[in-house]
């Protein structure tokens, strides 16, 4: 079982950066995939970026390739995104999930997922 807390949003002017955090519970997190999903108001959830758990690989939607970051410190049992060049299209509530496998992440059927947390870019 995996808990996942996200923290860290909040709301920018276009242009500026955030940094979310993704704190998760449990003693095998490093065996874990992390990734990071939005939703904006009246939209599906779409997938933003995803590091695996064997050797820390990275893979980016294209929306946010370049400008966002993932990173993950498993002696913290942490991950981040860092989310510079913010544009109103990126407000949307931003969550974390957890798998086994790199796979379920970018197929949206991960298993553990946070509660969210709010980005709200203003022109």
């Known amino acids: 079982q995996v808990q996942l807390v996200e923290s860290g949003g909040g709301l920018v002017q276009a242009g500026g950066s955030l940094r979310l955090s993704c704190a998760a519970s449990?003693?095998?997190?490093?065996?874990?995939?992390m990734g990071w999903f939005r939703q904006a108001p009246g939209k599906e959830r779409e997938f933003v970026a995803v590091i695996s758990g064997r050797d820390s690989s990275t893979y980016y939607a294209d929306s946010v390739r370049g400008r966002f970051t993932i990173s993950r410190d498993n002696a913290k049992n942490m991950v981040y995104l860092q989310m510079n060049s913010l544009n109103p299209e990126d407000t949307a509530v931003y969550y974390c999930?957890?798998?086994?496998?790199?796979?379920?992440?970018?197929?949206?059927?991960?298993?553990?997922w946070g509660q969210g947390t709010q980005v709200t870019v203003s022109s």
């Open positions: 449990g003693r095998t997190f490093s065996s874990y995939a």
């Open positions: 999930a957890a798998e086994t496998s790199t796979w379920a992440i970018l197929s949206s059927t991960a298993s553990y």
